[in-house]
């Protein structure tokens, strides 16, 4: 039986959707050896943000419901065992520098239930993201420096009321990225079901070295760098990996290319034959699936956000991994943050005067500069000036693309009754123009964008019809 203390009955009062059966600490089922682990200067911009949310959902499973959770947590304590830091707490030494404590403190499991939710309620076609979502995952508002006081980790299985489960995570962000959140995701479902998980490289590699220390006025630490309670929209859009095709077709190719529409399977077979020719002649040069798909949302963004002047300045930050970028490389299964944000500038008349290929090419450009020159001069500008990363949209012309579509959200998370369903994320870390990627769940190259959006510039985006033309449900 895994090591955990005694489950407790929770007031659920404030959630009328969803009743919280019971809370209990889990415990690494060994105890660990690990020494205290350095934030890194890629650690350290992240305590001001929100605690990542993001979870699963899953069809019904075909074992009783106590032996599930007795399941999880058992497979939960191994897991803490490997990623011991994840059991840890944030400490913060005499000279300002932050680690991590692999104290064995534990992680905060809930058992909840939710008898009027269910997938067809949480996840309707051609609809705003329901709000209820939200109660589906824990540590809500909690904010990344915050793990010095509170469990780094906590996670939450919803029963709902059509026999489906949600298993939601909230894990500080200043812990790590989208990569290692998700290799821990992975190696709990795999545990789960009997394998044996890849094994994180806890080395500080990271530019370790580094004798930056970010100070905080307060040691209640740092506030969220954005207005959280300024009304969003949220909508999943889904792009069919034909899609996806026609848009990087689009984009590689040449003005008096012939046009190409949208027919099923004809399209696929066309655009499949210009990509391989792409990559045959060009040698490195060709736009991404991905970076065509942001032009296509950049120019329709902008072009929603009706009250920009057309000589307005507005930035696509993208999220870039940079684990292969530095050099030495550092490995792909390194444990924490090793992220940066791109940012891509044009007019508002640029980004919607100029064509596909212009605006893909202009991402592009930044992604292939972002090597590991442009990388250590982000670092060395950092650590001469140490602050929190400025997330948010201040001036309402920004839009911040986080999360992957290459991220294995579905692949390697099925825990033993099926592969999931859906994947969705908490409040957290959101505001107008904060958009997550997301792979499809046919694994075929498709890709959900989730997008949070000011009520009036969703609306506007809506009737677009060029960019709808690309949605499908």
């Known amino acids: 039986m895994a090591p955990e203390m005694a489950s407790s009955p929770i007031d659920s009062s404030s959630s009328p959707l969803v009743t919280i059966l019971s809370k209990r600490t889990i415990l690494p089922d060994s105890p660990s050896a690990m020494p205290d682990l350095k934030l890194s200067v890629s650690d350290l911009p992240m305590l001001s943000c929100h605690y990542i949310q993001k979870g699963l959902f899953f069809p019904k499973p075909n074992i009783p419901m106590s032996s599930l959770v007795s399941l999880l947590v058992s497979s939960l304590s191994r897991a803490l065992t490997i990623i011991p830091a994840f059991a840890g707490r944030f400490t913060t030494y005499p000279d300002g520098r932050i680690f991590i404590s692999c104290n064995d403190a534990g992680v905060d499991f809930y058992h909840a239930t939710a008898p009027r939710l269910s997938l067809a309620s949480l996840l309707p076609p051609s609809s705003d993201v329901p709000k209820p979502i939200n109660n589906l995952f824990p540590m809500d508002s909690t904010i990344s420096y915050q793990g010095h006081f509170h469990p780094l980790a906590a996670f939450q299985l919803t029963e709902l009321g059509d026999g489906a489960i949600f298993i939601g995570c909230a894990v500080s962000h200043a812990l790590v990225d989208g990569t290692s959140f998700w290799h821990f995701f992975n190696t709990w479902a795999e545990l789960c079901r009997g394998g044996s998980p890849k094994l994180p490289d806890f080395r500080r590699n990271y530019f ?31 792009f069919s990996a034909d899609a996806v095709r026609l848009l990087k077709s689009k984009a590689n190719r040449y003005q008096n290319s012939p046009k190409l529409s949208l027919i099923p399977g004809q399209e696929a077979e066309i655009c499949g034959k210009q990509i391989h020719d792409l990559r045959t002649n060009t040698k490195g040069s060709e736009i991404s699936s991905f970076q065509s798909l942001c032009a296509l949302i950049w120019q329709a963004v902008t072009r929603a956000r009706k009250w920009l002047p057309s000589n307005y300045m507005t930035t696509f930050r993208m999220a870039v991994n940079c684990r292969h970028r530095i ?10 943050n090793a992220i940066q944000s791109t940012p891509t500038r044009a007019k508002v008349d640029e980004v919607t005067g100029k064509d596909l290929r212009w605006v893909a090419g202009l991402l592009h450009a930044s992604v292939l500069a972002h090597g590991d020159a442009a990388i250590r001069q982000v670092i060395t500008d950092w650590e001469a000036a140490p602050k929190c990363f400025p997330l948010g949209n201040p001036d309402g012309t920004v839009i911040n693309m986080g999360s992957s579509n290459r991220f294995p959200m579905y692949e390697g998370n099925d825990f033993g009754w099926g592969r999931p369903l859906a994947v969705r994320s908490g409040k957290a870390n959101k505001f107008d123009g904060k958009m997550s990627a997301f792979p499809g769940r046919e694994g075929d190259g498709s890709v959900d964008i989730e997008m949070c959006l000011a009520p009036e510039t969703m609306a506007a985006l809506l009737l677009d019809e060029e960019f709808m033309g690309f949605v499908s449900d």
């Open 327 to 336: 050099e030495p490389r550092v490995s792909p299964m390194y444990f924490g």
């Open 208 to 238: 370790g070295n580094s004798k930056a220390v970010l100070r905080f006025a307060s040691s209640a630490g740092p506030e969220v760098t954005f207005p959280v309670d300024a009304p969003v929209r949220e909508r999943i859009f889904h």
